[in-house]
């Protein structure tokens, strides 16, 4: 699991390249909450080039998002999902909560 | 070979070699050395007795004659007066026993004999004159006109008495015609001068005196040894013009090696040839018993050295090589699994000390690794039990048998990647008619997972006793697991569905889980199907969330399957998934299988698919088929 960054305002993108399963899921989420630490609370997860997502990445994605909203007042969005990631999102029921966008620049614009 | 013997050879080699040659070459220099020296002394002695008698000869006799022959030369004297001078010079000059003078052609010269040796003669019945007295015929044979003739040696039996002759020419003017005088010459003297000499210490040492012809002088029987070795070399040298001397080694008359030395006493220049050779000679071991001595006391401090050599060689061997054989015995012990053995490695602060002391450090090292292996295997042991007994009770959760139905057939089938995990399932009879059918999936797995599992499955059957429509079980399912669990962020997907085994309505809802595949003759033209998706959401994270509700009714022959997304996740060696595609396609071959037969070739494939990888997730199954 590749992570880069772009940071464009106060929205922080964050990109994911390979499998969101249960070895990748902590490494993401700990990149994640060390931003949260330095009072960053807007996110936009980019997911083009992630091709699986397992629970373990479900789980940190509806957390992280949940944390956002309640306590800092942000968000996390999901941008960009392959449509076998986006059938997980939909079986599962997370596209009923989170925000989902076509791509990372829409989501990065709804933000403001 | 052992290292030790190496060593010993080697040591024994390093100090053989040196010593060897030192040794040898020590000894054959000291050998010639003493050898030479033994020599001289022969020689030494030979020169000494030659000495002696030329002394003898120059001094005690010739001198004083000649000083006669010029006083009886002169005319004036009578012959009252020569006689006279005769007795004089006879008591004067030691060892003289008769002198007189001749004249040719006069019968009776002028003769004195010593008085002592007269009485001596006369004892053994020997009249003095006529023993002593020279005939001018006698004369004439000896002297040959010589100035000066010194020789003629007799032995007087009788009187045991060695006698010689020297003749001196007289001034023919003197006496008118050729006159000489002559004196006899006892050699007493020489003979207890050779008999008592020093030399003489064993029967072998010999002190010979021999003439010209070979024979030997002061010897009764004038024994002729002209043949014997040491003498035939002497008679060799006897005409030669430089003053001879020599030495030899010769075997004895008895076998015996001997080393002989010859000297000529010269009488030059009254007589030009020797009169007699000096012969020295002892046996070789007398005369090298320095040499011999010399090599027993060499050799034996060469097999000392060599001794002190070998000794040491084992005691280095030996030394170097114990701490070695030690190091050796420890690690053979260790081998038989005893981690007790220290190697004692006081005073070896050499290099097999420090292995020493680093094989103790390895052995106290290992020790240390083997009592925490075994703690570590220990507490692996009570956590695998442990782990046992956790695996038994998930086990008893979840159906092992199903209800032999007239309607329907079911069988289901968990097996987790570890050797607890979160797949739930289970097949339960509601009222008469109603059975509930429910599949679930926490995230992670292992013993977390498992806890959740259990808490989710007490709550879910609280609450399929209260309710019976599905959405709303899972509903407030929802509500009730985000109450009860604040912080542990788990979540469990759920299916659950409740169906009329009389009519086949089957009433169904989920909580984020996968959709069911279905195949109805009815709605999916008899082929696998994946049910269509609803309003949903995985439970645990969020409450308040409403789950969707969907029915369909199953026919004889229709059949629902029940999975959890470890079946169609699972991977093979290209990084390839299962898939759902492959599950459709598998589900249709086996559609006229048994519910259970379904199962086992399911989970078997997948198990196939991912054949080299790890099993990244549990597999939950259970198949509905309606008769």
Not at chain 2, 57 to 73: A, D, M, N
Not at chain 2, 251 to 256: Q, S
Not at chain 2, 337 to 357: A, P, Q, W
Not at chain 2, 370 to 382: G, H, I
């Amino acid at each position: 699991m590749n992570i880069t960054e772009n940071v464009q305002g106060n929205v922080h993108q964050v990109y994911l390249e390979g499998r969101f399963d249960a070895d990748t899921a902590d490494k993401v989420e700990e990149f994640i909450r060390k931003k949260i630490k330095k009072k960053i609370s807007h996110f936009v997860l980019d997911m083009e080039n992630v091709s699986f997502i397992a629970s373990a990445g479900l789980r940190v994605v509806i957390v992280l998002a949940k944390e956002l909203r309640g306590e800092h007042k942000g968000d996390l969005y999901v941008a960009a999902l392959q449509p076998s990631v986006y059938r997980v999102f939909e079986i599962s029921g997370l596209n009923n909560v989170l925000s989902i966008f076509d791509d990372t620049e829409t989501a990065t614009q709804s933000f403001n | 070979m052992s290292l030790r013997t190496k060593l010993l050879v080697l040591s024994i080699i390093l100090a053989l070699i040196p010593l060897g040659i030192s040794g040898r070459s020590m000894i054959q220099m000291t050998r010639d050395e003493l050898k030479s020296s033994a020599q001289d002394h022969l020689i030494a002695v030979a020169n000494d007795i030659t000495r002696d008698i030329e002394d003898d000869f120059y001094h005690t006799w010739l001198g004083p004659l000649q000083l006669i022959r010029k006083s009886v030369e002169n005319e004036y004297l009578g012959a009252k007066e020569k006689l006279s001078l005769l007795t004089e010079g006879m008591k004067s000059i030691s060892g003289l026993v008769a002198l007189q003078i001749s004249v040719e052609g006069i019968e009776h010269p002028l003769f004195v004999t010593q008085e002592k040796f007269s009485t001596r003669l006369k004892k053994a019945s020997l009249d003095p004159a006529r023993t002593l007295m020279l005939t001018s015929g006698q004369i004439a044979a000896l002297q040959k006109q010589k100035a000066v003739f010194a020789g003629g040696l007799t032995y007087l039996r009788e009187a045991d008495a060695w006698l010689m002759t020297v003749i001196l020419g007289l001034d023919e003017r003197t006496f008118g015609r050729p006159a000489t005088l002559s004196a006899r010459l006892n050699l007493e003297r020489i003979k207890k001068r050779i008999e008592n000499h020093s030399f003489i210490k064993t029967k072998t040492d010999a002190i010979i005196l021999i003439e010209s012809d070979g024979r030997k002088i002061f010897d009764p029987s004038r024994t002729d040894i002209s043949q014997y070795s040491i003498a035939a070399a002497a008679k060799d040298r006897w005409h030669a013009d430089t003053d001879t001397i020599g030495t030899q080694l010769y075997i004895g008359p008895d076998k015996k090696k001997m080393l002989g030395a010859y000297a000529f006493p010269s009488l030059k220049p009254f007589v030009e040839t020797p009169l007699l050779s000096v012969i020295v000679e002892k046996s070789e071991t007398d005369a090298y018993l320095a040499v011999r001595q010399m090599e027993q006391r060499l050799l034996l401090w060469i097999v000392i050295g060599f001794s002190f050599a070998v000794a040491g060689a084992v005691i280095v061997s030996v030394s170097l090589t114990r701490p070695l054989r030690r190091l050796t015995r420890g690690a053979r012990i260790i081998s038989q699994g005893d981690l007790s053995v220290r190697i004692e490695t006081k005073g070896h602060k050499d290099e097999i000390g420090e292995l020493s002391l680093a094989f103790n450090k390895m052995v106290k090292d290992l020790r240390q690794h083997m009592k925490e292996l075994e703690e570590t295997t220990k507490a692996k042991e009570r956590a695998e039990s442990e782990l046992k007994l956790a695996k038994d009770i998930q086990e008893s959760f979840l159906p092992k048998k199903f209800p032999e139905l007239e309607e329907i057939e079911v069988w289901g089938k968990c097996d987790p990647a570890r050797e607890v995990g979160g797949d739930y399932f289970d097949f339960f009879q509601i009222d008469d008619d109603h059975y509930g059918m429910v599949i679930g999936d926490v995230s992670g797995k292992g013993v977390p997972a498992a806890l959740f599992m259990a808490a989710s499955r007490t709550l879910f059957r609280t609450l399929i006793s209260q309710e019976h429509l599905p959405d709303k079980v899972l509903t407030e399912f929802n509500d009730r697991l985000v109450a009860l669990d604040q912080g542990s962020n788990m979540f469990i997907t759920l299916f659950y569905g409740v169906l009329n085994k009389k009519s086949g309505h089957l009433v169904y809802s989920t909580a984020g889980h996968n959709m069911p595949y279905v195949k109805s003759s009815q709605d999916t033209d008899g082929i696998f199907q994946m049910l269509p998706g609803m309003k949903t959401m995985i439970a645990g994270m969020m409450d308040g969330m409403e789950m969707g509700r969907a029915e369909i009714d199953l026919h004889k022959g229709d059949a629902i399957v029940l999975y959890t997304d470890g079946m169609t996740e699972a991977i093979n060696r290209n990084d390839e998934e299962f898939g759902e595609e492959r599950l459709e396609q598998l589900l249709d071959k086996y559609a006229d299988m048994s519910a259970r037969e379904m199962c086992k070739r399911l989970i078997a494939d997948v198990k196939a698919f991912q054949t080299g990888m790890p099993q990244f997730d549990d597999m939950t199954m259970l198949i509905l088929k309606v008769k």
